[in-house]
């Protein structure tokens, strides 16, 4: 383990009219998938109030709405994470790459087409969307 600490990360998920808002991370722990917004929660911030900074920070855009999707215990690629995710509504904002440091690309994709790889928290928080199961155990 490359870590010897759980860091505790906060996700978003935005849907509108069968799509999903992906950005493909660069420069960071997944670097080269597709995910969504997020990172890591701060201290004194709860989960949402953390999504919703990210989302300002990242993509320049407003989230609210925000409805709880899952909790994943991830302990993968020598870190690990204990990830809750949402997902939310747009609510103002044009998405715009504000991090080009961490960010290489921004779309909107299609439920059923999605691009690859995605990045293992996106891919467990659209599971929970169709299966309605809200813990996950996600390891090497």
């Known amino acids: 383990m490359s870590d010897s600490f759980i860091k505790v990360g906060a996700g978003v998920v935005i849907l509108k009219d069968g799509k999903?808002?992906?950005?493909?991370?660069?420069?960071?722990h997944g670097a080269g998938s597709w995910g969504s917004l997020g990172g890591h929660v701060e201290f004194g911030e709860t989960p949402v109030e953390a999504v919703?900074?990210?989302?300002?920070?990242?993509?320049?855009?407003?989230?609210?709405?925000?409805?709880?999707?899952?909790?994943?215990?991830?302990?993968?690629?020598?870190?690990?994470?204990?990830?809750?995710?949402?997902?939310?509504?747009?609510?103002?904002?044009?998405?715009?790459?504000?991090?080009?440091?961490?960010?290489?690309?921004?779309?909107?994709?299609?439920?059923?087409?999605?691009?690859?790889?995605?990045?293992?928290?996106?891919?467990?928080v659209l599971e929970a969307l169709k299966s309605g199961q809200t813990y996950f155990e996600v390891t090497e």
Not at 20 to 28: E, W
Not at 54 to 67: F, H, K, S, T, V
Request: hydrophobic share 40%.
């Open 52 to 124: 919703k900074r990210e989302a300002r920070e990242e993509l320049g855009i407003e989230i609210d709405n925000l409805r709880f999707v899952s909790c994943t215990n991830l302990l993968k690629e020598g870190k690990h994470y204990l990830d809750v995710s949402f997902v939310a509504d747009l609510v103002s904002g044009e998405p715009t790459i504000c991090e080009p440091d961490y960010i290489e690309a921004v779309d909107w994709f299609a439920l059923e087409s999605l691009p690859e790889p995605l990045f293992e928290p996106v891919r467990v």
């Open 20 to 28: 999903t808002l992906l950005a493909k991370r660069k420069g960071s």
